[in-house]
């Protein structure tokens, strides 16, 4: 069964600084993999979606993220934190034509901004 | 720009009591999914949709029952609530065009069972 993990369920970071929230992916086959974020008591909205083809994706305000085969990894960056970065971000997997094309997602990484 | 509403936005239930948690959307998507979120879990399915007439159980469906009457509506309905019933619902719609796919979110209700 597919499954994610982000080992880090806190991150800390100056305004300013480059961040790099990390995604681990269990799955066989071709992964569909997503990056998404959670603003204080709001829904979650896409920040950037990869398909098979360039590994480097680029998203919405300023992130990035880079899919890598053999490490099993998705991990998502940006240079330089602002404090309306400030928010919970998730990593998701699906398997392209499954069922229903479900999300199975990570336990999400909570990025707090200090000034 | 794609819509999902919730509603209500909060609910607080007593437990043995139903609960019917609406979610509507605009999108015309064929696709509709009901989460849970939880401290420490994430995001987990318990029900979805492929349309009008239908509905799937997703990884965590006990204690749930779903209903998707049309294309726009889909309903999460517990008809005897518990405490561990307790989290915020998210409900979402999805539609593949090609290779582009991707789920929109409504913003949550949080569901309190005293």
């Known amino acids: 069964a597919q499954s994610v993990t982000q080992p880090d369920a806190r991150v800390t970071v100056s305004e300013g600084a480059s961040l790099q929230l990390r995604c681990k992916y269990s799955?066989?086959?071709?992964?569909?993999l997503f990056w998404y974020v959670q603003y204080p008591r709001q829904g979650l909205q896409l920040l950037l979606k990869?398909?098979?083809?360039?590994?480097v994706v680029q998203g919405v305000n300023g992130f990035e993220a880079e899919f890598s085969k053999s490490n099993s990894s998705f991990h998502l960056r940006k240079a330089s934190v602002h404090w309306s970065d400030w928010a919970v971000y998730f990593c998701a997997v699906s398997m392209w034509g499954s069922a229903g094309n479900k999300l199975t997602f990570g336990i999400g990484t909570r990025v707090l901004v200090r000034p | 720009e794609a819509a999902v509403t919730q509603s209500p936005r909060n609910k607080v239930a007593v437990t043995g009591g139903k609960v019917t948690l609406s979610c509507n959307q605009t999108?015309?998507?064929?696709?509709m999914y009901w989460y849970r979120q939880d401290t420490g879990h994430g995001l987990r399915l318990i029900h979805y949709?492929?349309?009008?007439?239908?509905?799937e159980k997703g990884d965590i469906p006990d204690g749930y029952k779903a209903s998707r009457p049309s294309q726009e509506n889909f309903s999460l309905i517990l008809e005897l609530a518990t405490p561990s019933q307790t989290s915020v619902y998210f409900c979402?719609?999805?539609?593949?065009?090609?290779?582009?796919?991707?789920?929109?979110f409504g913003p949550g209700t949080r569901l309190t069972v005293l």
């Open positions: 999108n015309n998507h064929n696709n």
């Open positions: 990869y398909y098979p083809g360039d590994p």
């Open positions: 979402a719609s999805g539609e593949r065009w090609g290779s582009s796919y991707e789920q929109y």
């Open positions: 949709s492929y349309g009008a007439g239908s509905t």
């Open positions: 799955y066989f086959g071709t992964p569909y």
